[in-house]
């Protein structure tokens, strides 16, 4: 029997998610970009990033970002947390040398009518205090020891 | 600077374009080296024995849809560069922007998805706006959703991405 890490009884509205800090490296920019497959320019070129984008290096892309916030919130949920919804927002690009910070707060904790436990958590992502992009996400949480939101489909999971 | 958004762009907003099948199938090197992309340690992807009680069975990072639907850097007997997310691109080439970052990304998870499953996706253009100035440039913001399907037709989530074509105002 695998442990849950969390349920729902666990978390309430303005709970604080432990803070993840990681060193950005070239290296982070280009493995992300390879790793979603994005072979654009700007994710490894440094000349075509300052040159053509107008940006001060290579930068992390889209996906890239979805992955490091989905790593956050599992890692604060256990395995047994199923991810509904993400939306972000980029207000500025995360460059190697940049310390990023990840920081959550719960907004909201509901069952719906399904009897799924969903919890609402912003997650902004930070370079020296400054917001680089932030994340509504909407995350799934067992309601009781044997629940599992993995097994929910169709009119059972509504994300 | 242009207001209005031309009638054959317009013509486009809320049509299917691009249905298309990945070229590969979901696998299992991919769905390692993205969770050591971002050090994810979840051992649904690392441990079949937690993937089995949980999700019966290995699954992909739900976040890696996009993943599955990127074409090959290069392929024998193309004769045209490929691109995701063409509807981003056609757009760019439309309006005369060369150059084009995203600012917000929406993504919903429906089925998991699993090694060896074959992706569908399809893309919609949602909206186009009047053209608008920010830091980086002068150009135009779109709305473009992303479909993509199991093999079993099954939707296993939709991404809606904001693209904000720009040509720079100091080039």
Redesign the interface.
Known sequence: ??ATKLSLADVHAGDTLPELA?DVTAT?VV??A??????RPMHHDHDFAVN???TKDIFLN???Q??????YL??WSG??G?????????KGSVFPGDRMVLAGTVEDVTTDEGGCGWVTVLVRLTVDGDLKTDCTARIALPVTDDD?P??R?GDQ?R? | MSTTVPADVEALIDKVQYEEEGEFPVERG?IY????????????FWDDA?AA????GPIA????L??WF?PH?WAPNRTHEAL?LQVHFDLKEQFGLP?A????????????VRPGDRLKTRQILRSVSEEKTTK??TGRFWVIDVEYLNQRDELVGVES?TGFGYR?D?A
């Open positions: 029997m695998i990681y982070t493995l992300g390879l790793a979603a497959r994005d072979w053509r984008n107008g889209t996906p890239n979805a992955a490091w916030f989905e790593r599992t890692d395995p047994k199923r991810l509904g919804r993400m939306k972000f927002r980029m599992n993995w097994t489909r999971w994300p | 991919y080296t993205s969770c050591a992309s971002v050090e994810n340690g979840n051992p649904l937690v009680e949980i999700t019966n990072m739900p976040t890696m996009s993943v990127r850097h995701p150059e970052v995203m600012t917000d990304n929406t993504i919903v998870f429906y089925e998991p980086l440039g991405y720079r100091d």
